[in-house]
């Protein structure tokens, strides 16, 4: 799809290099820079403890970088650094994530790149927006932005999402604006500058729960898996066989369908549960009278009846677990690194047919 597309990525962690595995994937030629000074991208050695220490790849690095021509050069040496320059005289993309101010210490902003490339797209991620010096990380943003406080439960506390949302959800916000940019090029025949914060990011993502305090002053609270305004809607329930089972029941025809499965019709004329928001208010009493029915049957036979009937219902899964199913195996890319096997789920998962 982009097989003659030329990006040079001078971006490192996760949002920028998730931008650039996005573009390899379909075809494009990603070049990605790498700090020889310090042995590449940072993540390279963000390992877990059972990794192989005396490699120079981790499977944190691996995620983001895929089929990428890796350059290790110095930008503060004057040859490197027309190497750089060489590359970007003939690229379409650039994509950066410098802390505020290097992009103009290492003369790689935007201005002295498009005086050598004047159609370049020149795709920037930053923390707090372009004028703010304020060194951004994925957690300090989910802390400041209202995800934390809203994420866990009232027992936990405060609770940082188990990936870097903001920092992938950002690649996704560059992505959109690096397509709409070649669309302009292709039109114009004009480069641009594509900017795109993680703080804006965060917030444009809290979308209902933004809403929620916007429209009726109500700030959200920790409430675990629960969805403030559906019931029942996250609740978890055991299985006879240990399993657990999470429901997204949004509709009274959803809700009816469950109690017929699970042996529960008494239930359907309690008038505390006869609509949603009186399940809403009454969910912990509901989720009581609902244990014992789903601790008497199997997993198997309760989600043969959910599926069967198209039922809103799902197993909770382990990692492990979820890439043993033939669906997953699909999405896996695998990839040789400096003689380090690695794997890696696809960026790129949608379909496009004539």
């Known amino acids: 799809m982009f097989k003659n597309l030329k990006v040079i990525e001078l971006a490192s962690v996760l949002a920028g290099p998730d931008v650039g595995m996005f573009f390899s994937e379909l075809g494009a030629e990603v070049i990605k820079i790498e700090n020889k000074l310090v042995n590449g991208d940072v993540t390279r050695k963000w390992k877990s403890s059972t990794e192989n220490k005396d490699t120079n790849v981790s499977a944190y690095f691996s995620s983001v970088n895929y089929h990428k021509k890796h350059l290790f050069l110095n930008l503060t040496d004057k040859h490197d650094k027309q190497q750089v320059y060489d590359l970007i005289a003939h690229a379409d993309i650039v994509i950066t994530n410098f802390k505020p101010g290097d992009d103009l210490k290492l003369e790689m902003d935007y201005a002295t790149l498009k005086s050598i490339n004047s159609t370049l797209i020149y795709g920037?991620?930053?923390?707090?927006?372009?004028?703010?010096?304020?060194?951004?990380?994925?957690?300090?943003?989910?802390?400041?932005?209202?995800?934390?406080?809203?994420?866990?439960?009232?027992?936990?506390?405060?609770?940082?999402?188990?990936?870097?949302?903001?920092?992938?959800?950002?690649?996704?916000?560059?992505?959109?604006?690096?397509?709409?940019?070649?669309?302009?090029?292709?039109?114009?025949?004009?480069?641009?500058?594509?900017?795109?914060?993680?703080?804006?990011?965060?917030?444009?993502?809290?979308k209902n729960q933004a809403t929620n305090w916007l429209m009726n002053n109500f700030i959200p609270q920790p409430i675990g898996s629960l969805h403030p305004n559906i019931a029942p809607y996250g609740e978890f329930f055991k299985t006879k066989d240990n399993y657990s089972l999470v429901l997204a029941i949004g509709t009274n025809k959803h809700f009816n369908m469950l109690l017929s499965v699970l042996g529960a019709t008494n239930i359907i004329d309690e008038p505390q549960f006869k609509n949603n928001q009186l399940r809403v208010k009454n969910r912990k009493k509901l989720a009581q009278i609902l244990t014992p029915y789903f601790n008497a049957k199997t997993k198997d036979v309760l989600m043969h009846h959910f599926l069967e009937q198209?039922?809103?219902?799902?197993?909770?899964?382990?990692?492990?677990?979820?890439?043993?199913?033939?669906?997953?195996?699909?999405?896996?890319l695998k990839e040789n690194i400096e003689n380090v096997t690695t794997q890696r789920v696809k960026t790129a998962v949608f379909k496009i047919s004539d």
Request: glycine share 8%; proline share 3%; net charge neutral.
């Open 310 to 332: 198209n039922i809103p219902v799902g197993v909770i899964k382990n990692i492990k677990e979820v890439f043993e199913d033939e669906n997953a195996q699909n999405l896996i």
């Open 124 to 206: 920037a991620i930053n923390g707090y927006g372009a004028k703010s010096k304020r060194v951004a990380y994925d957690l300090i943003l989910q802390a400041e932005t209202g995800f934390m406080s809203i994420n866990g439960t009232a027992a936990s506390g405060p609770t940082k999402m188990p990936v870097a949302l903001i920092d992938v959800l950002a690649a996704h916000q560059l992505k959109e604006g690096l397509l709409i940019a070649l669309l302009k090029r292709a039109k114009e025949n004009l480069g641009s500058l594509v900017e795109v914060s993680l703080y804006d990011t965060a917030l444009s993502s809290l």
